[in-house]
């Protein structure tokens, strides 16, 4: 699916809160593939709230997604 590669996306569950900021929780990633399209691999699919595909993959430590706007 993959080729092998890093992966070049990360996918994140987006939960609104009522009277907070949105709650982000890292749930995949993806891949791209020679063709450009994006291979995904979930570790859970969401049954409430949206989904949203990033790029670049950071690293973890270098990014806070929960306090980002959407």
Do not use: Q
């Amino acid at each position: 699916m993959s080729g092998g590669g890093a992966p070049t996306h990360a996918i994140w569950h987006i939960r609104d809160r009522e009277g907070k900021k949105a709650f982000w929780t890292e749930i995949g990633v993806g891949f791209t593939n020679r063709d450009g399209s994006i291979a995904l691999k979930l570790n859970l699919v969401p049954i409430d709230g949206g989904m949203i595909v990033v790029k670049p993959l950071e690293p973890r430590d270098a990014r806070d997604w929960r306090d980002r706007d959407e």
